[in-house]
């Protein structure tokens, strides 16, 4: 099992930018493909970007690509989201998750752990 740890968010203004981090602990963090997913209220968890366990290869929501970076240092059992460009719709809470599949996938139901989650608001 694998505990996960979100820190970074908070609140700024449009066109801003926030950096998130999941720490990871439990388990050998380079065994797990890792996301980012969000939640806005009222609205389903929704993928914003996961990444695989090397860090080859990401996938990213057509609603923050060009905006987002989601990235991992397997050194340091962590994981980021790099937040740039940053619009009020992008306001959710944010949650980190990991799963052990050969695939990147990007469903919410296939990801086994997932962090507490963390709020991102962005004012216009």
């Known amino acids: 099992q694998v505990q996960l740890v979100e820190s970074g968010g908070g609140l700024v203004q449009a066109g801003g930018s926030l950096r998130l981090s999941c720490a990871a602990s439990?388990?050998?963090?380079?065994?797990?493909?890792m996301a980012w997913f969000r939640q806005a209220p009222g609205k389903e968890r929704e993928i914003v970007a996961a990444?695989?366990?090397?860090?080859?290869?990401?996938v990213y929501a057509d609603s923050v690509k060009g905006r987002f970076t989601i990235s991992r240092d397997n050194a340091k059992n962590t994981a980021y989201l790099q937040m740039d460009s940053l619009k009020p719709e992008d306001t959710a809470t944010y949650f980190c998750?990991?799963?052990?599949?050969?695939?990147?996938?990007?469903?919410?139901?296939?990801?086994?752990?997932w962090g507490q989650g963390i709020q991102v608001t962005v004012s216009s």
């Open positions: 990444i695989s366990k090397s860090g080859g290869r990401t």
């Open positions: 439990g388990r050998t963090f380079s065994n797990y493909n």
């Open positions: 998750a990991a799963e052990t599949n050969i695939i990147l996938r990007t469903k919410a139901a296939v990801y086994d752990y």
